[in-house]
């Protein structure tokens, strides 16, 4: 532990006197009968005389957020989740004990109160205490200026204080909690099946990504966090289940930033005999419905920018998005040395090694992204970049696959499965062969995947949503950082 400061040493004594009056500093259970939310929003518009005739007994509990003290008396502020409610501490009005606990109250003790409700002398909604339980001392002072607390590192290093601080943030993270639950009723009432696949995984699959590596002692071999569960959840429509859903964490060893957390939560669902087109118009009910339940519109601000979340969204093609955005002639997509150039007047930086869909894949990235603010499917990816989807039959060299972009932001991808074991093997063999060149993002083979598929999977649509992103839109957060409890930082110096 740190040099104790001068506060801290205060509090130690404060402390003592507590044991030695026979309060117990760190108590055990205290019955609440009321949450000061609730009592606010039942009782504080009623005035000072319907007060005062009804006699409204409570018994709530809560951190001191402030204290003010003079003569025989004193108010108090308590914080009861992201609530604040007023009380009134009297000598006259608790016991002798109670009393000597009052004097030694500071900022971030918690305690247990219990009185009727009543309006002060400046018609302040207020409890008068007839019974005060101290629960818990606070040894440590809440940050200097914690009121309003804006510094953003302290803010995520020290949740707790952020919490404590910021009520808002409490209603960020309610609301995120209620996504999700959406998100589950809204896929059980359809028929979908909550699973859970394994975050360990012996091979890592089901995105392009760099997967964390861990070791397992007892069977003595290298295992991957797992980057995506496509693959467990794959098995599971081979299985017969058929339609499966998993909220699930994800871990991909990449770099941090306002989008980009290296653990995050995502929800993915698969759909037996269904196509990428089905999943369109799932989504699209999905986010909508859950805006309506959560917000009440579908019509959000999001950053300064009004977004209408109202189906039908727009269906885009991935290279006509390309070349309308950057008015560009249907050649830059066939012609090497013609991307590079249309990359180098836009602006965008690309390895002159690479081939042709990588460089346009990296003008889509810079260009198109952050230019679909409205919701979007982008569709029609090519296979290059979707070795996990099925071929187009109208064009085998690109998928039935889809992109959702809301806000200049990737939230949902999804596409037909591919249940062509002989394919699978091809592209994962391409895969394979480019990780073995350097690329740590690339599929390895996982045989045991495809020995499922030749067991039969049935046509499938599947589809991966970016929950932590999601709630960044629905609860107006420019940062994933806001949204996350207790975002990855880099160590404290």
Known sequence: MDELTEQQQQRIKKLDLLREAGVAPYGTRFDVKDRAGQLIKLHSEKTKEVLEEQKISCTLAG??????????AGFAVLQDGSDRLQVYLKKDLISEQAYLVAEQLDLGDWIGVTGILFRTKTNEFTVEVSALTFLSKALRPLPEKWHG???????????????????????????????IAGIRSFLIERGFLEVETPMMHP?????????????????????????????????????GFPRVFEINRNFRNEGISTIHNPEFTMLEFYVAYADYQDLIILTEELVSWLA???LGKTVIDYQGKEITLTAPWR????????????HLAPAVLQ???QAIAAATQLGVAVDPKWPLVNIVNAIFEKT??????????????????SPLARRKDSNPALTDRFELYIAGREIANAFSELNDPLD?????????AQRAAGDEEAHLVDEDFLRALECGMPPTAGEGIGIDRLVMLLTNQASIRDVVLFPQLRREK
């Open 335 to 337: 012609d090497r040395d």
């Open 149 to 179: 607390l804006t510094d953003v590192e302290t803010r995520y290093r020290q949740r707790y204080v952020d919490l404590i601080a910021n009520p808002e943030v409490h209603t960020i993270f309610v609301t995120r909690s209620r996504i």
């Open 315 to 326: 269906r885009w093609s991935y290279h006509q998005s390309i070349l309308e955005v950057n």
């Open 63 to 72: 951190r001191i957020i402030a204290l003010r003290r003079f003569g025989k």
């Open 424 to 432: 699978q093997r091809e592209r994962f063999e391409r895969q394979a």
């Open 292 to 294: 309506q339940q959560i």
């Open 368 to 385: 198109v992204e952050p230019s679909l603010i409205q919701p979007t499917f982008i569709i029609d990816y090519p296979i290059e970049i």
């Open 203 to 239: 091979i890592p699959g089901g995105a392009a990504a760099k997967p964390f590596v861990t070791h397992h002692n007892a069977l003595g071999v290298d295992l991957y966090l797992r980057i995506a569960p496509e693959l467990y959840l794959k098995r599971l429509i081979v299985g």
